[in-house]
């Protein structure tokens, strides 16, 4: 199974940290946030990864060569500026092949199991009813009190309603929604998804445990200190297995 992990942005609000260092490598609990994601992602079966840079691409690709270190493949998708998430992922087409594919946010924290999504992934690729993409949201941070989208009982993402839920930066999809897009282009993922949700096309799921948008220096230093705390306690993330997380 394919998992393209989104690492391009270039973190302007994680300044001055991003001057030198490309936010995918900044450290919590010991290693880089992007490790973090690899690690989970080879644990449940994602072992062939695509991944996408621009500001400082050069310093990911060498910390993680090609992703032998940590049981798994790395393809590499180099951008010369960011292109956001359904640019991003357009460019990267060829790379991710006609099967559905996980896109993993490099700026989230969670201790979400990406393996829930395995039996999903599969019924994608078997059957063409499935919803055409799959969103895991997320109760609202305070950031984004809002929301983004509701999620009905039977599983559909609905444009409207109470209540809503904040994308949680981990999705399904199927790679032929992104065909239409011109390589190269700029384009946020929020048009594609409305339209998906506005033909029934897209499904969601709720997650409740931890949830982290590093997006400053203040979220950052917080989380590592929650990843820090005695070695050996109970709260100690950096001591559990991948399973645990």
């Given at each position: 199974m394919k998992a393209m992990i989104l690492a391009a942005g270039r973190g302007e609000r994680m300044r001055p940290l991003t001057d030198r260092t490309p936010k995918p490598l900044l450290a919590v609990g010991g290693?880089?946030?992007?490790?973090?994601?690899?690690e989970k992602l080879a644990a449940a079966g994602f072992d062939e990864l695509v991944i996408n840079h621009a500001w400082l691409g050069a310093q990911i690709e060498a910390y993680l060569g090609d992703g032998r270190a940590w049981?798994?493949?790395?393809?590499?998708?180099?951008?010369?500026?960011?292109?956001?998430?359904?640019?991003?992922?357009?460019?990267?087409?060829?790379l991710i092949g006609d099967e559905p594919f996980l896109s993993v946010s490099a700026d989230i924290?969670?201790?979400?199991?990406y393996g829930r999504l395995v039996p999903r992934i599969k019924a994608m690729a078997a059957d063409p009813a499935v919803p055409d993409a799959h969103l895991v949201m997320v109760p609202n941070p305070p950031f984004h009190p809002g929301g983004d989208f509701s999620l009905g009982t039977d599983g559909r993402?609905?444009?409207?309603?109470?209540?809503k839920y904040n994308y949680a930066g981990f999705s399904?999809?199927?790679?032929?929604?992104?065909?239409?897009?011109?390589p190269g282009s700029k384009l946020a993922m929020r048009p594609i998804w409305n339209a998906l949700i506005a033909q029934g096309r897209a499904s969601g799921e709720l997650h409740?445990?931890?949830?982290?948008?590093?997006?400053?220096?203040?979220q950052l230093a917080e989380l590592d200190r929650r990843l820090t705390v005695t070695p050996g306690s109970a709260d100690c993330v950096a001591d559990r297995t991948p399973d645990e997380l």
């Open positions: 290693k880089p946030l992007i490790v973090w994601h690899i049981g798994v493949t790395i393809a590499w998708s180099r951008e010369e500026s960011a292109l956001e998430t359904a640019g991003g992922i357009a460019f990267a087409r060829a924290f969670s201790d979400y199991d993402l609905a444009l409207e309603g109470s209540p399904l999809h199927r790679p032929a929604l992104f065909d239409h897009i011109v409740t445990g931890g949830w982290d948008n590093i997006g400053t220096p203040a």
